[in-house]
């Protein structure tokens, strides 16, 4: 299948956008209809071209049988609009009670109801960077983004335009995650209520996370892109739930680096492989002028078996003039230095318990809404010592930070740059510095195993 490419949103107005979530039946698997819970019916939802410091609203209308709350991942924002997991918007006309779940041992005034209708304000006070939004539903986020509530935002600025990086139809977002299917093309999660409105949680054989045996890229398996050559930028994102992917180009080629997940790196990193967890991104580019035309380029997945190896294929089609380049320096950053930080706090991600009352817990503690685990002061920076016993990709809302060690040695190739979400790997320590800057308020850390995050492995934290 050709390599779909999700449409640009347009302006409703100067700064303001609309998107509705809303039910539709699209093509997924040749010759079968599949229902997906889409922003404007589609997987993934539009593609917001922003720019820096031009302030966005969007209005997202919600026509779904079921609550959401939009988060912006990588988003400098307001706690207001930063999509918490209680603050949600019910479609027009619909009641909604809080069903029984991993996180219902709290007070439920503090969950927050939108009819219909919420604005989510976006400064864009930063970098420009790869961002993507998503459903962040207390305890049903990693069903709802399974039924496709996800999609890109671009945050362009005057720095990433004077680069002569590959630009246009050569800077390609790709979203990478994993689905799995019914033999009547609907997707198959599973969920212990399908309704996602009376019981929350999954069967206990999938506690460690749901992945599936088709991978998808914008939405298509296994697509084909025709491409000249000459060099492209592949934004590369997971949105899996749960899979981790480790890339590669077959038969043999570079990826280099050019940005993390909150911008540009200060260098260009080269990798013939990357590890990519649930919801990092890392920004390439391929020179496939390096490729005869005629050759068929596989981008592989060699952490996976069977099906799940492969993840798409480029076509080299034809010779065409290239006036792209990758500079030997891309930005400034400052050096990410332990001395300055203020406090060292640690953060423990752990499955605690055992059978029925087991639960994915941040210091021994399933999350509670609104009770902090940390209270950073604005300005200042903090080292994170974040420890594991699986793989738990670490997702920081607001704060970006720079990996300074992983195993007690220095951070891998994959680390460098700003990051807001990090893979932790089995019984492994990895030190962050973390940079509070933007707003005073309620935010939150969690684990991106989608799964994870559904069974409380989420702490807040509080900037003041």
Not at 72 to 85: A, C, F, K, T
């Amino acid at each position: 299948m050709p390599l779909p490419i999700p449409p640009t949103a347009r302006p409703a107005a100067p700064g303001r956008y609309e998107v509705t979530q809303r039910v539709a039946s699209v093509e997924i698997v040749p010759g079968t209809r599949t229902e997906v819970w889409g922003f404007d019916g589609i997987f993934p939802g539009p593609t917001f071209d922003l720019r820096r410091g031009e302030r966005t609203t969007v209005r997202v209308r919600n026509e779904l049988p079921v609550p959401t709350s939009t988060h912006l991942h990588g988003g400098v924002n307001p706690p207001e609009s930063d999509g918490y997991p209680t603050d949600l918007v019910v479609a027009a006309g619909r009641g909604f009670r809080p069903p029984p779940g991993e996180h219902m041992d709290h007070d439920t005034v503090k969950w927050t109801f939108h009819s219909g209708v919420r604005d989510y304000v976006y400064p864009l006070d930063q970098p420009a960077a790869t961002l993507w939004y998503h459903d962040h539903r207390m305890d049903f986020t990693a069903p709802q983004v399974w039924r496709g509530l996800a999609g890109f935002v671009l945050v362009r600025d005057d720095e990433d335009d004077a680069l002569p990086l590959p630009k246009g139809e050569r800077d390609l977002p790709l979203m990478i995650c994993d689905r799995a299917f019914e033999e009547d093309g609907s997707f198959r999660y599973p969920s212990k209520d399908r309704s996602l409105l009376v019981r929350a949680g999954i069967d206990d054989d999938y506690m460690e996370g749901v992945e599936g045996d088709v991978i998808l890229v914008n939405g298509a398996p296994w697509p084909v892109h025709e491409v000249a050559a000459v060099r492209y930028r592949l934004r590369l994102l997971n949105a899996s739930n749960a899979r981790r992917y480790q890339l590669e180009l077959t038969p043999g080629g570079t990826f280099v680096q050019v940005g993390s997940d909150a911008g540009l790196l200060a260098a260009p990193v080269r990798h013939q492989r990357i590890v990519i967890a649930p919801g990092e991104r890392f920004d390439m580019v391929v020179d496939f002028s390096a490729y005869a035309v005629g050759t068929e380029v596989t981008m592989v997945n060699t952490l996976g078996e069977g099906a799940a190896r492969d993840v798409m294929r480029f076509r080299v089609t034809r010779k065409e003039k290239d006036d792209s380049a990758v500079p030997a320096r891309l930005s400034r950053l400052e050096p990410a230095e332990r001395a300055g930080a203020v406090a060292t706090r640690v953060f423990d991600f752990r499955r605690t318990g055992h059978g029925s009352g087991a639960a994915w817990t941040v210091n021994g503690r399933r999350y509670r809404p609104g009770v902090p685990l940390a209270r950073p002061r604005m300005g200042t920076t903090e080292v994170w010592r974040f420890t594991s016993d699986f793989h738990h990709p670490v997702h920081v809302h607001l704060a970006h930070f720079r990996v300074l060690s992983r195993g007690g040695k220095a951070p891998a190739a994959t680390d460098a740059g700003w990051k807001d979400t990090v893979d932790v790997r089995p019984y492994e320590v990895v030190e962050v510095l973390v940079r509070f800057t933007g707003y005073r308020g309620l935010y939150m850390m969690h684990c991106h195993n989608l799964e994870h995050e559904d069974m409380a492995m989420m702490a807040d934290f509080e900037i003041v």
